[in-house]
């Protein structure tokens, strides 16, 4: 599955909780504690360095009304972004995810292959659901330390192509619209990067 996402800055929690709420299923909180492993490729570098193949354990505590769930995933990535509306750019990932038992086995065996710990991440999410033309959204307010706050909104596709990528897109910005978010306060960079511009 191809996971088609956006995120932008929020001033406002209040307010976009509020309208949140006038057109979206809540989901409940969510406190992720990431770990990210970097492998680097021999002899592949890019304008920006070192490739590097990367992967993430994520330590998840999700919260309802009605129960509190404790889930370890294992995550890897293939990332892209490509231009939407007005230049902004929109993530598309090829995603592929399962969950574990248990982390220390895989912990070991990415230590023994090479990787690194590169990056931790915290972040601490409520979350709601919508239908929209291009598939149902997963919508998140997220807060990273010390980045700030941000709106999240991912569909997941099961192609990438240009069709579904802007018409996912455009849902996008139309949730973005109802929150009273304008696509300027949109952030192309990826959480590890600013985090990296951070110091952290």
Not at 171 to 192: D, H, M, Q, T, W
């Amino acid at each position: 599955m191809y996971e088609i996402e956006q995120k932008a800055h929020v001033s406002n929690r209040k307010h976009v909780i509020e309208a949140l709420n006038t057109f979206a299923e809540y989901d409940g909180k969510a406190d992720k504690r990431d770990i990210y492993y970097h492998l680097p490729l021999d002899g592949h570098t890019s304008s920006e360095g070192t490739v590097y193949i990367s992967c993430r354990i994520r330590y998840e505590k999700h919260e309802t009304e009605n129960s509190v769930q404790n889930t370890i995933f294992f995550t890897y990535k293939r990332k892209e972004k490509r231009k939407g509306s007005e230049d902004v750019l929109i993530e598309v990932n090829d995603e592929k995810e399962c969950t574990l038992s248990d982390s220390s086995a895989l912990e070991a065996l990415l230590t023994d292959a090479g990787f690194t710990v590169a990056r931790m991440k915290h972040k601490i999410t409520e979350g709601w659901y919508t239908t929209t033309e291009a598939g149902k959204a997963h919508i998140e307010l997220c807060t990273v330390p010390p980045l700030g706050d941000f709106l999240e909104i991912e569909i997941m596709s099961s192609t990438e192509d240009e069709k579904s990528v802007t018409s996912a897109g455009k849902c996008i910005e139309k949730i973005f619209s109802r929150c009273g978010i304008p696509l300027s306060a949109v952030e192309s960079r990826y959480y590890n990067e600013m985090l990296a511009s951070e110091g952290n």
